[in-house]
């Protein structure tokens, strides 16, 4: 048997190094990493009592700083659209560049290294380092959408999970370079995801769709891992809630988490050997076919191009299809999408639904302090949020996927349920009932990690992935408008006049630059109550999606894909019989 490659036909398969490297699997997992440091926005909790106290603000001034982070993080348009018109490397190299200056300002601010800046600088400031987390997202995230079209609430879910646990993870990496030294975090979010995202700018890319058998497998070996850093990270924040832990402690619990990090790579490396074996296998067959007929395999598995379909139109400006869109799950343009009436009550359900849960989460560290929580308990808080907004990530991600499949369950259904429990967390804030800081934490962490696998995969599977990108990004403007009415205009407000009351009460006069502190139930309790009527409204709406869309999710969403794949492969296989250089026997 003769087995030969030419002009390097075959270096690919031989050199497994090589193909670790260039393969679809290894591209996952360089997502995974930049994913993993790309949620400083959850973070704020940590270190928003440092720009309060430094810069003088008051809770409506902090709470504004938090709107504008929450605008930067989820206005993805500008992402978005430099996406669809470049490769992904060039918009993650822009969110890294945005990533650093954002934190990088802000640390100087607060450290004083530069004189104090206006308010509206500090916004920019925040806002142009939230927004990298949006490049991020649309660099990786939709790549790997794209890449894994029919996996995509299990994508969706594994990546967005991976940005739940950033909190915790960047946390732990934290404590053991600069223990407690809460200011010193502000410059650690600031280029620890530049880095990542520059390692691995050339990793994430667009490749043909070719599905492979054991493809869910893959991803839930993937998620047994994730599983493995979550479960670690929350015994290891239960033990350092109660153990005072020194830098050396910190440094092995980090060097821990670096591990669980790195894992995937076994997998990797595993399922790229695999395909790899089969590769070559099926190239040994084929030159023993060669050497048994008269003529190469190459000549005989000729496949004539796809004729063109007699039904094509031709094409019509998209100003006058905006209000003629295509049945649902065909490529939607962007102007067909943003105003159809599936978007605007995706739109509104998200902005009542989400921005309650990003109020609870940017207040966690003013929420202890005015119930009387212990500060090592406000770190607690935020790294539950953190892993149990991964845990309502995956579980929403792979779940929804899986009744999806086989009982033609609707996400928008799920997307329902999802906000209406959240109210659970929003009253016991309201209510303030002894540690149910601790239960609020964890109910509105899985929420709020649970809503946007949700969100992102009903926006792919109603509207298309032609334009995902975009409209990825527009799904994600939603969060800061309802975090700027109810964070801002509702909880920072009441928060203040609360504040303001108890010093009247005491005979005390605020002095310019003193940051307003407030003490009790009654600083939250009227805000959260608003917040649950709000989001129990946004339930009821996306009831109206759930209708529009039933008879939709009972069909065959990801037949399309499946026919492309079919495409894809017997193009591959032509290649591999020969057709073209390097074939033959």
């Not at 350092?240 to 980090?254: I, K, L, R, T, W």
């Not at 296998?281 to 005989?300: C, F, R, V």
């Not at 009744?403 to 967390?425: A, D, E, N």
Request: hydrophobic fraction near 50%; include cysteine.
């Amino acid at each position: 048997m003769v087995f030969s490659c030419r002009d390097g036909g075959c270096a690919t398969t031989n050199n497994l190094a090589v193909q670790v490297l260039t393969g679809r699997w290894f591209m996952v997992f360089a997502s995974f990493l930049i994913m993993s440091a790309a949620g400083a926005t959850y973070m704020f909790g940590l270190y928003s009592n440092d720009i309060k106290t430094s810069l003088g603000y008051d809770q409506t001034t902090l709470n504004l700083l938090s709107f504008f982070k929450d605008l930067g993080a989820n206005v993805g348009i500008l992402s978005g659209l430099i996406n669809e018109v470049t490769p992904p490397w060039v918009v993650l190299s822009m969110g890294a560049l945005l990533n650093f200056f954002g934190y990088f300002m802000i640390w100087l601010s607060v450290t004083k290294k530069v004189s104090t800046p206006q308010v509206w600088k500090m916004c920019l400031y925040i806002c142009i380092g939230a927004n990298s987390q949006s490049f991020a997202n649309t660099g990786a995230l939709v790549t790997c959408v794209k890449n894994f079209p029919e996996s995509r609430g299990v994508v969706l879910g594994l990546l967005k999970g991976f940005v739940g646990l950033s909190g915790a993870i960047i946390t732990q990496l934290y404590h053991a370079i600069y223990k407690n030294d809460s200011k010193s975090l502000i410059l650690f979010i600031g280029w620890l995801p530049a880095a990542i995202s520059f390692v691995f700018l050339r990793t994430i890319r667009i490749m043909k769709v070719v599905r492979h058998s054991n493809e869910l497998k893959v991803f839930y070996n993937l998620l047994y891992i994730s599983l493995g850093l979550a479960g670690f990270l929350m015994v290891i924040i239960i033990v350092q809630q109660q153990v005072q832990f020194s830098q050396a402690e910190y440094g092995v619990s980090a060097a821990a988490v670096v591990f669980l990090l790195l894992l995937p790579i076994a997998v990797v490396i595993k399922e790229e050997y695999e395909i790899s074996k089969q590769k070559k296998q099926a190239m040994d067959s084929i030159t023993q076919l060669n050497i048994i007929s008269d003529k190469p395999i190459g000549e005989t598995a000729f496949l004539p191009p796809p004729q063109p379909s007699a039904a094509v139109e031709k094409e019509v400006s998209c100003f006058r299809t905006v209000f003629r869109p295509p049945d649902r799950g065909e490529d939607y343009t962007i102007l067909q999408a943003l105003f159809s009436i599936d978007m605007l009550v995706l739109f509104f359900a998200t902005t009542c639904g989400v921005g309650g849960t990003l109020t609870a989460i940017d207040n966690l560290g003013q929420i202890g302090t005015s119930l009387g929580y212990p500060t090592r308990s406000i770190s607690t808080f935020v790294s539950l949020v953190s892993i149990w907004n991964y845990l309502g990530r995956v579980v929403a991600g792979f779940a929804s996927e899986i009744v999806l499949t086989k009982y033609q369950f609707p996400r928008p259904l799920m997307f329902t349920l999802i906000l209406l429990l959240s109210c659970v967390g929003h009253l016991l804030i309201a209510f303030g009932v002894p540690n149910c800081l601790y239960v609020a934490s964890i109910i509105l962490g899985f929420c709020f990690g649970a809503v946007c696998p949700l969100i992102f995969a009903i926006i792919s599977e109603v509207f298309g992935l032609k334009y995902y990108s975009t409209l990825f990004n527009f799904g994600s403007v939603a969060s800061p408008i309802g975090s700027y009415i109810l964070n801002v205009r509702v909880a920072g407000h009441l928060y203040d006049r609360e504040a303001e009351n108890q010093m009247k009460a005491l005979g005390l006069i605020r002095k310019p630059g003193q940051d307003l502190n407030c003490n009790g139930v009654d600083c939250f309790k009227l805000a959260f109550i608003i917040i649950t009527g709000v989001t129990v409204l946004g339930a009821l709406v996306s009831m109206v999606l759930v209708v529009r869309t039933r008879k939709f999710y009972r069909s065959d969403i990801y037949k399309k894909f499946r026919e492309e794949e079919k495409a894809a492969e017997a193009e591959m296989a032509v290649a591999g019989n020969g057709v073209g250089p390097g074939g033959g026997g």
